[in-house]
């Protein structure tokens, strides 16, 4: 028990004892709730208390406070109260004089202004919030651009050794999980288009399928997926942390662009890396179609080379390798932006590389489709 | 009188660099013990070896009698609870606002209800001599020296007996500076707190601490403030004497 109370002609007596330190507020709460308070006059003797901790202090200093209230007149054993309810009392007005006046009104800016008006307040802000976040967007590529046409003719600005670095980061350790993908597409394609076409005697063109589908469209598509997953959150983190670190302020402050150092050897890195990447895969893919091909469907390699010859037009791989550097773009720029949008906080940044990642494999995939749309205008 | 952080025969090697060889430290209840030595002699291995961030190659470290070197992660978070931190760059955690720092020691090893959390979140950060206000904000928001108080009252949330601080006046303007070591010895007094500081700033040194540890030679020398002044070691007498040292030195003597 940290807090007896003995009731005697004078009104209560409490007598507390025992270690009050912040691993026994619950208990110490719990307890002086529990005494029933009057218009007694009440006692307290703390002199058992081995240590007061400001936590049970606060418990004690609530309790006197709730006493108060009920108009109970309180004395301690002893003459003086307890060393810490004074200090206390000092932390609690000192800050009190300098802090009164801002909580309120945080809490006003917040309150409830009914419903409809409410929701208005929330639409309009979503609208101004996404405006502001598509014109820094479209801001961001702009200065992009610019940065990376000034420095275009000067070959030192271009900053080689970073470039072949992100080339290296986002390609050739990329290299064996794009092949790795690229054969197993190779594989659900020959399987799925093989139990169809086989029922229909058809069984050759499951070649023409595997062929078309990985050149123009499934070998880049699979290849800047994964390299968005990789990539992209690897830019977004890095210049996330960058700033974070204020690193990003240390280079400006030196007189360097962040565009020119940082952004643009990553947009170039990748569109250099990207298209050979989907070269890697495109082979890959093909290869491991020669080999189902050869023991699925019984057909000897050398008929599959002649009918892969036979199926695809001139423009085939060229319709798929055109769009490697375009997806390069989208997902440098999705990973640079969402990073350098990092400001504040640990948390800021995992949700920016989120959206880096999402943003990046959505922009991908609408680039994708209107490139579907373009080709089929243009008939090739 | 037992101390209450003991060090024994410390030995801290990366590698082949030898950081600590047989390093001995005592800190007594009550005291605000220094530690100063130069750049790379291992004041924040040491820091973090008590912490219990670091396991040591040999040596006995003792915190309230109890060897930390050989305990398990559930006796370790038990003396863990024991002691509040402060990091060199306050560490907050940058997603969390003021008040939830706090409370998040809080809500890891007490059970407390929610209003009374909000109370003594409250309590900690008006004693660290930060307006109310400040509760609400996130660690982006606050100035350095706001930063190093809303550290402080982090590491009080628990109510520690003993309190590690690691270059607390660091990147603060010598005012606030100032303000920083009254407020620690304002809290020393009247908690009765034993602090442990790890500090460079020669008014930091002069204005808190009773004794002194330096780091030289991969070994601690210390000392009461006035003793290990006078110490002949010429690190420590150019530490202390050379062009830096001279004018504060004058003044503190002088007072």
Redesign the interface.
């Known amino acids: 028990m940290a807090a007896e109370v003995r009731r005697s002609a004078q009104g209560l007596e409490l007598i507390l004892s025992g270690e009050w ?3 026994e ?2 208990t110490l ?1 719990a307890e002086l709730a529990a005494v029933p308070l009057g218009a007694d006059p009440i006692r307290i003797d703390a002199r058992g208390v081995s ?1 007061l ?4 202090a ?1 418990a004690l200093h ?1 309790f006197l406070a709730r006493a108060q209230a009920a108009g109970a007149a309180v004395s301690f054993a002893g003459g003086a109260p307890p ?2 309810l004074r ?2 009392d000092e ?2 007005r ?3 004089a ?2 009164a006046g ?2 309120p009104e ?1 809490a006003a800016a917040v309150a409830p202004q009914g419903a409809i008006l409410g929701l208005l307040t929330d639409v309009g802000r979503e609208v101004v919030h996404y405006g502001s976040s598509f014109r820094d967007g479209l801001a961001f590529v702009g200065q992009g651009t610019t940065t990376l046409l000034a420095s275009l003719p000067h070959l030192h600005r271009l900053r080689p050794t970073s470039i072949a670095r992100h080339v290296y980061d986002t390609g050739i350790t990329a290299l064996p999980i794009v092949a790795l993908i690229a054969f197993l597409i190779s594989v659900i394609i020959a399987y799925m288009s093989a139990t169809q076409l086989r029922g229909l005697g058809a069984d050759i063109y499951v070649v023409d399928l595997l062929t078309i589908g990985v050149l123009r469209e499934l070998g880049v598509l699979l290849t800047a997926i994964i390299v968005a997953g990789r990539s992209g959150s690897a830019f977004a983190a890095e210049l996330g942390s960058m700033k ?1 670190n204020e690193e990003v302020d240390a280079l400006v402050a030196t007189g360097l662009n962040p565009f020119e150092v940082l952004i643009a050897p990553r947009m170039l890195g990748l569109t250099i890396a990207l298209p050979l990447l989907t070269v890697v895969a495109d082979l890959v893919g093909l290869t491991g179609g020669a080999i189902l091909c050869r023991y699925l469907l019984d057909m000897p390699f050398t008929q599959y080379i002649t009918r892969v010859d036979g199926s695809i037009a001139p423009t085939t791989f060229w319709v798929g390798i055109i769009k490697a550097p375009v997806f390069a773009v989208l997902i440098a720029y999705a990973g640079c932006y969402h990073g350098m949008r990092v ?6 940044l995992g949700h920016l590389v989120t959206v880096a990642v999402v943003q990046a494999i959505f922009l991908v995939i609408l680039a994708d489709a209107l490139f579907a749309v373009l080709f089929m205008k243009m008939d090739i | 009188m037992y101390p209450v952080v003991e060090v024994q025969g410390l030995v801290n090697r990366f590698g082949t660099q030898v950081v600590h060889d047989g390093l001995d430290m005592q800190i007594f209840r009550d005291e605000v013990f220094g530690i100063v030595g130069g750049s790379g002699t291992g004041k924040s291995v040491l820091l973090r070896t008590i912490l219990g961030l670091h396991r040591p190659q040999a040596g006995v470290v003792r915190i309230n009698g109890q060897d930390i070197t050989r305990m398990d992660e559930a006796q370790l978070r038990h003396v863990k609870s024991g002691y509040g931190v402060s990091f060199q760059s306050g560490a907050l955690y940058s997603g969390l606002t003021v008040r939830e720092n706090v409370q998040l020691p809080m809500l890891e090893y007490l059970s407390l209800r929610s209003k009374a959390l909000d109370d003594l979140a409250l309590l900690k950060i008006r004693l660290v001599g930060l307006a109310a206000s400040a509760a609400a904000k996130y660690p982006a928001e606050l100035s350095g020296g706001m930063v190093k108080r809303a550290a402080l009252a982090r590491a009080l949330a628990l109510d520690p007996p003993l309190l590690f601080l690691d270059e607390p006046t660091s990147g603060l303007d010598p005012v606030s500076a100032a303000a920083f070591d009254d407020l620690v010895l304002y809290l020393q007094k009247e908690l009765k707190l034993t602090i442990v500081m790890i500090t460079h700033d020669l008014d930091s040194i002069f204005r808190t601490c009773n004794r002194v540890g330096v780091i030289v030679d991969r070994h601690m020398i210390s000392d009461s403030l006035e003793g290990i002044v006078n110490n002949p070691n010429p690190w420590i007498q150019e530490y202390f004497h050379g062009e830096r040292a001279r004018a504060r030195l004058g003044a503190a003597h002088g007072a």
Do not use: I, N, P, V
Not at chain 1, 343 to 348: L, N, V, Y
């Open positions: 330190g912040a691993r507020f619950g709460e240590t901790s400001l936590s049970g606060w609530q060393e810490q200090l206390l932390a609690l000192e800050a009190a300098g802090a801002s909580l945080t974070l400001r504040s906080s640990a948390r800021e």
